[in-house]
């Protein structure tokens, strides 16, 4: 996948930069549009199965779950903080949720914000990102928003134990200015082609606020479960999660709260 995603790129460059002299601004744009026109292509055969069906898959295992929630006054000061070790024992039908550690201090002030924070403040319960990441028809991928968006291949990584290929979005400070969504960076299996992790930064503007959140997901194979190729009997489930937002206001100045969770000790629950 990795190598015919290369054969393109290096076309596009033969097909647009033969004769291209330096200050030809009308050249580099075709060659930046050929670049975001195959990584389009790529994105398009992605797979987001893993991603879709992490937290359903999550109810057929138990599992040990930390969780760490914290709030910053506008100097980056921590104002308040909780932190719980959970265990989650038996299946959907009987399930289990077990505080094996807890710790906290100060105090947590929302006010009128608290519908903007990550629920995971007010209970250890899971909060499945995708929603927010994946939405049906994102604005940087719409035909009429391709220029306010820089896209461009951002090397590879290790993904838990798996190569994976990073495709980055940026928005153009001249071009997308009163968009929404700010930057994304997919994390693609080389092997399964599977979305496995995903970032994104967004900006709300509100009345009397401004809101600035990053959202991130990385689901892994769960124990057991097979991996290899194209092989798509492969069961995800997550194993990390974080959310972040601050918030500005002319009243009350800015805090941010950050809600970090890490899954792990998968085992599945046997009928």
Not at 104 to 126: I, T, Y
Not at 154 to 181: C, H, Q, Y
Not at 197 to 224: C, K, N, Q, W
Request: aromatic share 12%; charged share 25%.
């Amino acid at each position: 996948m990795r190598s015919f995603f290369i054969v393109i790129l290096f076309a596009a460059a033969l097909i647009f930069g033969s004769g291209c002299n330096n200050g030809s601004m009308e050249r580099v744009g075709s060659i930046e549009a050929a670049e975001r026109d195959s990584i389009l292509v790529f994105l398009n055969q992605v797979g987001q199965d893993a991603m879709h069906g992490a937290f359903t898959n999550l109810q057929d295992y138990e599992y040990r779950r930390y969780l760490r929630t914290e709030q910053f006054d506008g100097d980056d000061f921590l104002l308040a903080f909780t932190e719980h070790l959970i265990e989650v024992e038996g299946d959907s039908a009987a399930r289990a949720m077990r505080v094996t550690r807890a710790d906290s201090g100060g105090a947590f002030d929302f006010g009128f914000f608290n519908q903007f924070v990550s629920e995971n403040v007010e209970g250890p319960d899971p909060v499945d990102l995708v929603p927010f990441l994946i939405e049906e028809d994102p604005a940087y991928l719409s035909p009429r928003n391709l220029d306010k968006y820089a896209f461009r291949m951002a090397g590879d990584t290790l993904m838990w134990d798996r190569s994976a290929l990073i495709v980055e979005v940026r928005a153009k400070a001249d071009l997308a200015d009163g968009e929404n969504i700010r930057r994304v960076r997919y994390y693609v299996d080389e092997s399964s082609n599977q979305l496995v992790a995903m970032y994104l930064e967004r900006i709300d503007l509100g009345l009397l606020f401004r809101e600035e959140s990053t959202f991130y997901m990385h689901v892994r194979p769960a124990p057991g479960s097979t991996v290899s190729g194209l092989d798509d009997s492969a069961v995800y489930v997550p194993y990390n999660t974080r959310f972040q937002t601050q918030i500005s206001t002319p009243f009350k100045g800015s805090y941010r709260i950050r809600t970090v969770s890490t899954y792990t000790d998968h085992e599945l629950v046997r009928p």
